[in-house]
């Protein structure tokens, strides 16, 4: 197994913007889901955007709604979470995660992913 790599992550100022990127590696299938995650410290881990590799049909947690976009480059197999109007409140270690064959029911939970990658560091100040 190759987990996947996140990197992008970085201190940026309320209002800002963040690009993460997430590569993943030798798994081509269509069938596959790329999604991120993050978790504040002392808080539990919560979805954050999910996308199907096979058609694009994108997911959102209502609190990042209308400021983050996430995207693929299918060819390069990476998926991207473009962060917007970045506030204090989004600063969390953002995952990447994939999984195969995931229902739509289950795209927001974290059990239905077998690959995680390490984690990048967001930070928001204020």
């Known amino acids: 197994q190759v987990q996947p790599v996140e990197s992008g992550g970085g201190l940026v100022q309320a209002g800002g913007s963040l690009r993460l990127s997430c590569a993943a590696s030798?798994?081509?299938?269509?069938?596959?889901?790329m999604a991120w995650f993050r978790q504040a410290p002392g808080k539990e881990r919560e979805f954050v955007a999910a996308?199907?590799?096979?058609?694009?049909?994108?997911y959102y947690a209502d609190s990042v709604k209308g400021r983050f976009t996430i995207s693929k480059d299918n060819a390069k197999l990476t998926s991207y979470l473009q962060m917007n109007s970045l506030k204090p409140e989004d600063t969390a270690v953002y995952y990447c995660?994939?999984?195969?064959?995931?229902?739509?029911?289950?795209?927001?939970?974290?059990?239905?992913?077998?690959?995680w990658g390490q984690g990048t560091q967001v930070t928001v100040s204020s």
């Open positions: 995660a994939e999984g195969a064959g995931i229902i739509t029911s289950s795209v927001r939970n974290g059990a239905a992913y077998s690959y």
């Open positions: 030798g798994r081509t299938a269509s069938r596959y889901v």
């Open positions: 996308q199907r590799r096979n058609d694009g049909t994108t």
